[in-house]
């Protein structure tokens, strides 16, 4: 009896040992642990009090860096604790209750940040005691999966608790995407310049983050000795983040002044009367039709910074009537329409006036940015427009 006792102590033992890293496993890990940690650290720091521009309508950029920064600290505190008092391998279950709840969080206030950015309404009380709630009862709910069930029930109830957290990442995501996608929408339909790059950012964040975050529900199951690739992986996505949200900084006044411009617009062409459409239609149209074609010809479209705004002023029609008239008739958006247009007179004075700079050609057909007209000039015709030029000239 006795030597049986023993022999299952001995058994134990070693079951515990086998289940300790080894020790240079163990240091990379602490190493990335702390790399990440102090990185985060200090990403949070500024989100939290970097200074801004005293203006009034960056109020909504600092509250959206703010809660990018609680989320910061959020998994600066998970690190800390795994880095301290090395939680996965002294209480692993406490360790993958943590995990769950803090990448729960973490998941909303990150999509929470982001989607602020684009809709200033979105975070509401009413949003934010829902969620608030949704994350409390994973919390509870994991917990008593890892403290009543046994064995296999418990692997299953932490499966099932990985796939929640994956599909609520998910629905993050999609809604975070939707903003974006409806934000392009509106820039493509009302300006002529390409504002949607400015905020290409988010698209490429919220993918890199939904694959990050599976990573998240993974890292829980993960074998100890490849935790560490996870962690050093995560590096570049912060300093991304940081970057991007750095960068932003100077073309979110532009951005948010014609999102408020849209909002007022669309507001006041909700009302009845204006959204009232015309009877006969095919005459509306025939109307735009020839106050578009005496526009194009005086080649007014090359004024830069044009809006839909303005043409419909200078039609004297409304920027609804003139969107869904553009769209029916050229099957593109106002941006799109533009650029061609511009194109088209870029491709007349490359061939009138070879002396003239490839720069000074793009000035003149209406683009602000050279890059963005070689960009859509390459993307039509196949090849630059100096290459362009040159074909044509050997032609002739």
């Not at 859509?376 to 032609?395: H, M, Q, V």
Request: proline content about 3%; overall charge positive; aromatic content about 14%.
């Amino acid at each position: 009896m006795f030597h049986n006792s023993e022999s299952h102590k001995n058994l134990v033992i070693l079951a515990r040992q086998s289940r300790k890293p080894e020790t240079m496993d163990y240091t990379t890990y602490e190493c990335s642990l702390g790399i990440a940690l102090v990185l985060m650290l200090f990403f949070a720091a500024y989100f939290l009090a970097a200074k801004t521009p005293d203006k009034p309508i960056f109020a909504n950029y600092i509250r959206s860096r703010r809660i990018m920064g609680v989320a910061l600290l959020t998994l600066s505190a998970n690190y800390s604790v795994h880095l301290f008092c090395g939680l996965r391998f002294s209480h692993p279950d406490a360790a993958i209750l943590m995990n769950l709840s803090t990448y729960f969080l973490s998941y909303w206030l990150f999509s929470s940040a982001l989607t602020a950015l684009l809709d200033r309404h979105y975070l509401t009380r009413q949003r934010f005691l829902r969620h608030l709630l949704y994350w409390l009862s994973f919390t509870v709910l994991s917990g008593v999966i890892l403290i009543v069930l046994p064995g296999f029930k418990q692997h299953v109830g932490l499966i099932v608790m990985a796939l929640c957290l994956l599909a609520y990442g998910i629905y993050l995501a999609r809604k975070l995407i939707m903003t974006y996608r409806r934000a392009v929408r509106l820039f493509d339909d009302t300006q002529s310049e390409h504002i949607a790059a400015y905020i290409r950012w988010m698209s490429v964040f919220t993918w890199w983050a939904v694959i990050y975050g599976v990573s998240c529900g993974l890292l829980t199951f993960l074998p100890d000795r490849l935790v560490f690739l996870w962690i050093l992986s995560s590096i570049p996505f912060y300093i991304y983040l940081y970057w991007s949200y750095m960068n932003y900084l100077l073309c979110y006044e532009q951005v948010e002044n014609i999102l408020e411009g849209i909002t007022r617009t669309e507001t006041s062409d909700s009302d009845p009367e204006a959204e009232e459409t015309p009877h006969d239609t095919p005459a509306y149209h025939a109307t735009i039709e020839k106050q578009l074609n005496a526009w194009v010809g005086m080649d007014r479209y090359t004024s830069p910074g044009l809006t839909i705004e303005e043409l419909a002023g200078t039609l004297h029609t409304n920027r609804t009537y003139l969107s869904a008239y553009i769209k029916s008739t050229y099957h593109v958006s106002f941006r799109e329409w533009i650029a061609e247009l511009r194109i088209g007179y870029a491709k007349q004075m490359l061939m009138r006036h070879p002396d003239m700079t490839v720069s000074a050609v793009s000035e003149a057909s209406g683009f602000l940015s050279l890059s963005y007209f070689t960009k859509i000039f390459t993307e039509k015709e196949g090849c630059s427009p100096s290459r362009w030029r040159k074909a044509r000239i050997l032609d002739c």
